[in-house]
């Protein structure tokens, strides 16, 4: 099943993959079907949608593409989308991601995609690994049904995760608990998953697994990708196993956060398009506030408006970047919000909003001792925090 919003005057399509996580064996797959039965079955969905952020056709929420035709594909599969097997006699679920976005794109041909210039593949958390795992196979896709004069690209929410070392180590259980790499691997096997065959050919039979971590699958592309990823991802310290739950933060804890921005901010330096504020936060791209987030006073949208038109540009002729147009943006400041524009911060337990300050506080950030570190006044450095340098 798909949602369709069409635009007659527009050759512009935008497919948007649901995330949601993903289960992995029977045990945690059966919990998924039980309490989160719209990720695991199509039945109670409902007959129409509201489109958010850049699905929005509302040009103040959503500046650029308000226009465009929208597909949004909700997320049944539990695969990342990437699984290719059906129901047997040993798995009473059929895991078919990668199947499901090929049908989608066969029937949306006969309903104005063939007359596409573009078609923009986006997807946040799962949707946007599902992302990288497909982009190049659509292309291919449309190329073999005759279509070669669409441009295909992706953009990727949220879905850039590190196969780093948990904070504390723990069993893999289930998806929460269990570490990125082991999930998958286990997951993989589970799904009959699929890979793109230029990322498979890069890594021995059985380590396919590689090729769900962005900055693995990413150099083996050839469609251009926009990786859009929070510095402080909440799903990839969940995964790794910190847990920010109003205690306030240990030290060891606190350098482990501030070492995952550093880590992920270098698996960014090479990837031509990217927005990576410091905030700790989880998928965007369909929110309503995705236009006030900045980078280096450039928003989002700001952002892919210029990345539309520097690959028009280069397509005619190759041209350095255009001036004042920036689409590489990745925060420098190294603690969780200390980029001015981040989403609200709320308690988790009471709800109240938290200022910059308030937040590092409650994290159990001292003041004092990293006025120190940084050769500051105290209330030099509060002030630098608030207004976000």
């Not at 059966?30 to 007959?47: G, H, I, K, N, Q």
């Not at 948990?166 to 570490?179: G, N």
């Not at 506030?289 to 539309?308: E, F, M, N, Y």
Request: hydrophobic letters at 35%; charged letters at 20%; a neutral charge.
């Amino acid at each position: 099943s798909y949602y369709l919003k069409e635009s007659k005057g527009s050759r512009r399509w935008l497919l948007f993959l649901e995330g949601g996580w993903y289960c992995f064996n029977k045990e945690n797959c059966d919990t998924r079907y039980d309490t989160m039965r719209r990720l695991m079955s199509s039945r109670e969905w409902p007959a129409t949608r509201v489109g958010t952020g850049i699905l929005s056709s509302q040009p103040e929420e959503n500046p650029h593409w308000w226009n465009a035709n929208m597909v949004f594909i909700p997320y049944c599969s539990s695969d990342v989308w990437s699984g290719a097997s059906s129901k047997s006699e040993k798995n009473e679920y059929a895991f078919m991601g990668a199947l499901i976005i090929q049908e989608v794109i066969k029937e949306l041909v006969g309903k104005g995609l063939s007359t596409a210039k573009v078609l923009l593949l986006a997807g946040s958390s799962a949707g946007g690994t599902g992302v990288l795992l497909n982009v190049d196979r659509v292309a291919e896709q449309l190329e073999e049904m005759g279509y070669q004069g669409i441009q295909v690209r992706g953009l990727a929410d949220s879905g850039w995760f590190l196969d780093n070392k948990q904070y504390r180590r723990t069993d893999c259980i289930d998806t929460i608990t269990c570490a990125p790499t082991e999930a998958i691997r286990r997951g993989i096997r589970y799904w009959n998953g699929v890979v793109p065959e230029r990322c498979k050919l890069q890594f021995k039979e059985g380590e396919e697994w590689n090729c769900f971590f962005g900055y693995k699958i990413y150099p083996t592309l050839r469609c251009p990708v926009f990786v859009v990823q929070w510095l402080f991802d909440e799903a990839q310290l969940t995964v790794d196993n910190v847990h920010l739950t109003g205690q306030p933060v240990q030290e060891g804890q606190w350098l482990y956060i501030q070492n995952l921005g550093r880590e992920l901010r270098n698996t960014l330096k090479d990837v031509t398009a990217s927005f990576a504020p410091a905030c700790l936060s989880h998928e965007i791209i369909t929110r309503n506030h995705w236009t006030d987030i900045q980078v280096k006073g450039t928003s989002l949208p700001r952002a892919l408006h210029c990345w539309d038109r520097s690959l028009h540009e280069s397509n005619k002729n190759g041209k350095a970047p255009l001036k004042g147009c920036p689409i590489h943006l990745i925060d420098s400041c190294p603690w969780p919000h200390c980029n001015p524009s981040c989403p609200t911060i709320r308690d988790q337990f009471t709800g109240q909003e938290m200022n910059v300050i308030q937040f590092l506080m409650h994290m159990g950030f001292d003041v004092q001792k990293m006025a120190q570190q940084q050769g500051l006044e105290p209330s030099k450095l509060l002030g630098m925090l608030s207004s976000g340098n």
